[in-house]
C-alpha cells in the first residue's frame, strides 16, 4: 500500500488549496478513504471521509461547507480542495486508508 499526497504550501487567509493523494498497491475502488491532519503541536484530526463509489462524505466540524473531498477510481487519486482557508487549517495533511495505513502528508501552511 501506498499512500502520495500533494497540494500543499503556503496560502493567504481566504486562498484555497487542492489536495490530492495518489493511491498504489491495492483496489483504491474498494476502499472508503480519508482525510486526517495534524497541526503542530496537535494530535491527529479526522477531516473527511469518502465511500468507495464517492456517492457519500462526510466532514469534521471545522471542514463543512469549506472542504470538499472527491476521488477518481479511474485515476486511483483522492482530493481534498480546501477554500476560504483559515490559519487554524495550517496542518500535515494526510491520506488515511482504514486507520492503518498513512501517506507521508503534505503541509498547508495559511498564513499572511
Known amino acids: 500500500v501506498q499512500l502520495v499526497e500533494s497540494g500543499g504550501g503556503m496560502v493567504q487567509p481566504g486562498g484555497s488549496l487542492r489536495l490530492s493523494c495518489a493511491a498504489s498497491?491495492?483496489?483504491?475502488?474498494?476502499?472508503?478513504m480519508n482525510w486526517v491532519r495534524q497541526a503542530p503541536g496537535k494530535g491527529p484530526e479526522w477531516v473527511s471521509s469518502?465511500?468507495?463509489?464517492?456517492?457519500?462524505?462526510d466532514y469534521a466540524n471545522s471542514a463543512k461547507g469549506r472542504f470538499t473531498v472527491s476521488r477518481d477510481n479511474a485515476k486511483n487519486t483522492l482530493y481534498l480542495q480546501m477554500n476560504n482557508l483559515k490559519p487554524e487549517d495550517t496542518a500535515l495533511y494526510y491520506c488515511?486508508?482504514?486507520?492503518?495505513?498513512w501517506g507521508e502528508g503534505t503541509l498547508v501552511t495559511v498564513s499572511q
Open positions: 488515511v486508508r482504514g486507520g492503518w495505513y
Open positions: 469518502i465511500s468507495t463509489g464517492g456517492s457519500m462524505s
Open positions: 498497491g491495492f483496489t483504491f475502488s474498494s476502499y472508503d
